[in-house]
């Protein structure tokens, strides 16, 4: 599903990523943890084609596709999709206009036809009880005025109706509370395939109980230094990242 190459990917002039190499096969779930600033946000950035993160060296492949020179926009149409850290707002527009012409520009890039609003709604309908978001959401202005919470119910929502391959979920669970922690692991399990894999990057391991994890990576330097299963996550949270950290320098 996705290849990558000894990259390295610089942002205003200044190295974030070093040598860095990660593959991830078809239908598993990966995990990538790390102290704050060292480039786990930078790879997701680069991995869906941000501007202003220049890989210098080295390959990315999708699908054994080179993702060199590939816009954003169509490396979400092949399938790409990055749940966002930070989500942005869009006032004036709805969140369900938003995510229906998401929706359609997926569509027609696959060769299947476009959705008019009223077959779209019965679709989006079937999905909104699973992330606990009701219908008065959708007609809000996108995100704006939504709590924490329910920009990233929002983001897991998007994820259900656009079925990408290759999931990227930035911190998804950061500043969640509890059941929302369940719902989003218990929903990626649920959207496992074998034609599906996911990318996480958290801090914190309680997302991961939720659902089964093939590989955890730890980041270091711009880098990953160790990989392990999900016993190495729970050891991170009894022993923070120090003494890794030493280790990789």
């Known amino acids: 599903m996705l290849d990558i190459q000894h990259i390295e990917v610089g942002v205003e002039g200044k190295k974030i990523l070093r040598d860095f190499s990660l593959s991830i096969p078809n239908g598993e779930v990966h995990v990538i943890m790390g102290p704050n600033g060292v480039g786990k946000s930078t790879l997701s950035s680069t991995i869906t084609g941000k501007a202003g993160y220049a890989v210098s060296q080295g390959k990315m492949l999708f699908e054994g596709k080179d993702l060199t020179g590939i816009s954003p926009e169509v490396r979400a149409r092949m399938g790409i999709f990055l749940a966002m850290q930070h989500p942005i707002e869009i006032p004036g527009v709805s969140t369900a206009e938003v995510l229906r012409m ?36 959708m007609q ?47 929903t990626i399990q649920k959207m496992k395939h074998a034609d599906r894999s996911f990318l996480l990057i958290t801090h914190y391991p309680r997302l991961l109980e939720y659902l089964e994890v093939d590989k955890v990576h730890v980041m270091t330097g711009g880098r990953i230094v160790t990989s392990g299963g999900i016993e190495l996550a729970h ?6 990242y120090d003494q890794i950290t030493m280790q990789a320098s």
């Open 102 to 137: 998401s929706l359609n520009e997926i569509r027609t890039y696959r060769g299947e036809e476009r959705l008019d609003p009223f077959d779209f709604v019965e679709l989006l309908e079937s999905k909104l009880d699973q992330v606990g978001l009701s219908r008065e959401y």
């Open 235 to 240: 050891q991170l949270e009894k022993e923070g």
């Open 140 to 186: 809000r202005f996108f995100n704006d005025g939504f709590s924490g919470g329910e920009k990233k119910r929002n983001e897991v929502l998007q994820m259900l109706l656009l079925e990408p391959k290759l999931c990227i979920l930035d911190e998804i669970d950061s500043g969640l509370d509890i059941d929302s922690v369940k719902l989003i692991g218990e």
